[in-house]
């Protein structure tokens, strides 16, 4: 059975994908993935992500830094972030937030750049796509403060408690599972992913990165997403044509888009 699906976070501005970016999209078009949301984690990705929007139908595009780059962004990179946030195909800000497994920046520098692009998304009417490493509390607390007057937002590739999944859905967010629900030893994140209201669930494969089973190990690619949507699928005690169509009408609602 193919599904409609929306891939919410895939990386083809990644170096390991940019450069067979048209077979990638056509084999994820085979397996049923109708678009796909490139998120930028600096200039260049960023920068990337509205081009393949530009040459690719099924490609929307977020543009955003990352933690990790958060110590080398500008006052211009921001600058200019900021105006690429009125390209028509830009339908989120990110992706943005903390990372304290790495700290690869500075933590205080992590939190000015975060809120900053913050406040870019409320300023342009954008939802959020938000990486949550380790730094739950000081994630949260950031959004708190930026709402209500925030759009919204997505909890990248979540992997956290239920009482974490029900402060993120208090605040209106959407939680995108990627290829650890398919893992083995992933018993406790199933729990949380069968226990979560229906109309608040999405899913990405942070492609490259995190590859579902039956292919973990190799590299990732949008059109393994299908093999994130069949675990979730069995897992949810709905019909699966129910959960496909709720799963894919969550995309389109968050990133205010039209059937
Ligand atoms: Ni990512």
């Given amino acids: 059975m193919t599904y409609a699906i929306f891939d919410t976070h895939t990386h083809l501005n990644d170096e390991n994908l940019y450069g067979e970016a048209d077979d990638i999209i056509k084999r994820a078009s085979e397996a049923g993935v109708l678009r796909m949301l490139v998120p930028g984690y600096d200039q260049e990705s960023s920068r990337r992500a509205l081009e393949l929007a530009a040459k690719y139908t099924q490609v ?150 995190l590859t579902p089973e039956p292919y973990r190990g190799r590299r990732n690619e949008p059109a393994h997403v299908r093999h994130v949507l069949a675990k979730l699928i069995e897992i949810r005690p709905e019909m699966a044509d129910a959960v496909a169509a709720a799963v894919y009408q969550n995309a389109l609602r968050v990133f205010q888009m039209q059937e």
Avoid at 107 to 119: M, N, T, W
């Fill in 60 to 209: 929307y595009a977020a543009v955003g830094v990352h933690p990790h780059d958060a110590k080398s962004v500008t006052d211009k990179d921001l600058a200019d972030l900021e105006a690429w946030a009125d390209e028509p195909k830009v339908v989120a800000i990110g992706e943005i937030g903390l990372d304290y497994h790495y700290d690869h920046s500075p933590r205080d520098v992590q939190a000015r750049v975060f809120a900053a692009q913050l406040e870019v998304a409320k300023r342009k009417g954008l939802p959020v796509v938000i990486h949550d490493r380790e730094a739950h509390a000081d994630v949260l607390a950031h959004l708190r403060s930026a709402s209500p007057l925030l759009r919204g937002g997505i909890m990248h590739s979540f992997s956290g408690s239920v009482e974490m999944a029900a402060d993120c859905l208090k605040m209106g967010l959407y939680l995108s599972f990627s290829g650890p629900l398919t893992f083995k030893n992933a018993e406790r994140l199933r729990k949380v992913a069968t226990a979560l209201p229906l109309d608040r669930l999405l899913v990405e494969t942070d492609a490259p990165y």
